[in-house]
């Protein structure tokens, strides 16, 4: 029974692209094809209504009907519409505008019949003029607005707290002053996107809530690598930025060690990892804070915490990264000296060639209009007594061997030097 129907449908397909349209009602054959379900002779009396409607020049609302028509019964839409866009430059602007029309109306069965054809097809056709078109169509939406110039920034920043959680943080961060704060702060709230929320928080002057914000996020991203790793990073920027901008040094140097005191409480209850090693990424972390930490906090506070009991469970990396510092300071010492060194020399040498002798000749004429030449030797004043004064200034060599870590500490607590977080 079914081979008969399938073969008695194809006939009536051959019968319907023999005969003109105007030889049958449209809607009554159609009602019939429904009922027998034979959908590609159904396809058929569409596409023949369509091509009517555009040769005999219909309306626009017509021509879209025939559209919405065709691509509701097609086996695979997408590729019709595609077909149809490649073809409607042959077209006038009536008929493109009625596709595109019906394209747009028929959005979500499009989508639904493939959505990755259905995103190339909207963005490589300009077939939406207002992303709010899109609502409905999240990914859809996103793509849309991902490929041209951001016009809702707040919309766009919701389509990626639903997409793409993770990269909602550069964005707000490098696009500051084109969102509404309060507004994308309840977005990120609302998504549970911490790292974003922190920022924000910190751009409402919220200080505390930006920082217990973000050292929640580190708990949570403990054991997720590149997830710690970027938590860690944007909780560095925060104490950089506020360090930078507030007139309270006490308040900001707390927030530097609340940040160090997580790291290592972090470490602590990393009870299966070696602790210290280059391998903890905890460890690493506490590195990279030191190393930024140094710039705007005393040594002598950091010093006073290294030598603290909670800190005890780290010393060891912490004693490696004093010793590299020490190591540093004697390398910049040796690094002065020889440009001294160098510099005397280079004084020296201008000097001796500043004291060697020169002639001078000078040409006047006599009461007897005879001309004369005159050769004076001028000897340049000796400088000796300037070399002198450059070689006072030379520093003299200092040199500070310690053999005990405390001695150490205690050399380095007056210095403000960077740590290289290699070490």
């Known amino acids: 029974t079914r081979l008969l129907i399938e073969g008695e ?68 839409p997408v590729t019709f519409c595609h077909e149809q866009l490649s073809q409607s430059l042959d077209h006038s602007h009536l008929v493109r505008e009625a596709l595109r029309n019906a394209i747009v109306k028929s959005l979500k069965l499009l989508f639904r019949s493939s959505p990755d054809k259905a995103c190339q097809l909207v963005s490589a056709n300009e077939i939406i003029t207002d992303a709010t078109q899109l609502d409905d169509f999240p990914l859809l939406q996103y793509e849309y607005m991902k490929k041209r110039e951001i016009q809702d920034h707040l919309l766009f920043i919701r389509l990626l707290a639903k997409l793409h959680p993770e990269q909602v943080y550069d964005y707000v961060s490098s696009n500051e002053g084109v969102y509404p704060l ?3 702060l309840h977005v990120c709230k609302k998504h549970n996107i911490k790292d974003a929320t922190s920022y924000l928080l910190e751009r409402t002057g ?3 809530g930006a920082l217990d914000t973000i050292l929640e996020c580190i708990d949570e991203m403990k054991n997720r690598e590149h997830s710690f790793e970027h938590a860690v990073g944007v909780a560095i920027q925060m104490c950089e930025r506020n360090s930078i901008t507030n007139l ?30 280059d391998k903890d990424e905890p460890s690493i972390a506490l590195r990279n804070v030191l190393h930024s930490m140094m710039v705007h906090v005393e040594s002598k506070n950091i010093l006073k915490l290294i030598r603290s009991k909670p800190f005890g469970v780290l010393k060891k990396t ?12 004697n ?8 440009i001294v060194h160098d510099m005397l020399h280079l004084v020296k040498a201008k000097h001796e060639k500043l004291n060697r002798s020169t002639t001078m000749t000078t040409v006047s004429t006599n009461s007897t209009g005879i001309v004369e030449e005159n050769t004076t030797v001028i000897k340049k004043e000796n400088e000796d007594s300037l070399l002198k004064e450059g070689l006072r200034r030379k520093s003299r060599k200092q040199t500070c061997w310690y053999t005990d870590w405390d001695e150490k500490l205690e050399f380095l607590g007056s210095t403000q030097l960077q740590l290289d977080p290699q070490f």
Request: proline content about 0%; hydrophobic content about 40%; charged content about 25%.
């Open 182 to 184: 309060d507004e994308t």
């Open 318 to 329: 912490v004693k490696a990264m004093v010793d590299a510092k020490y190591l540093e300071n």
């Open 248 to 277: 309270d040094t006490d308040q900001s140097q707390k927030m530097w060690f609340r940040l160090l005191e997580k790291l290592i409480l972090s470490s602590s209850s990393s009870e299966s990892k070696d602790i210290g090693s």
């Open 206 to 208: 919220d200080m505390d």
């Open 331 to 338: 390398m910049l010492k040796m690094a002065s000296r020889l």
């Open 9 to 76: 449908q194809l006939r009536m397909v051959k019968v319907l692209n023999n005969c003109d349209i105007c030889m049958y009602n449209v809607d009554e054959i159609s009602t019939h094809l429904k009922a027998y379900g034979w959908n590609e002779a159904l396809q058929t009396v569409y596409l023949n209504s369509l091509h009517a409607a555009i040769n005999s020049g219909q309306s626009l609302q017509r021509i879209e009907h025939a559209y919405l028509q065709v691509i509701s019964t097609c086996t695979d």
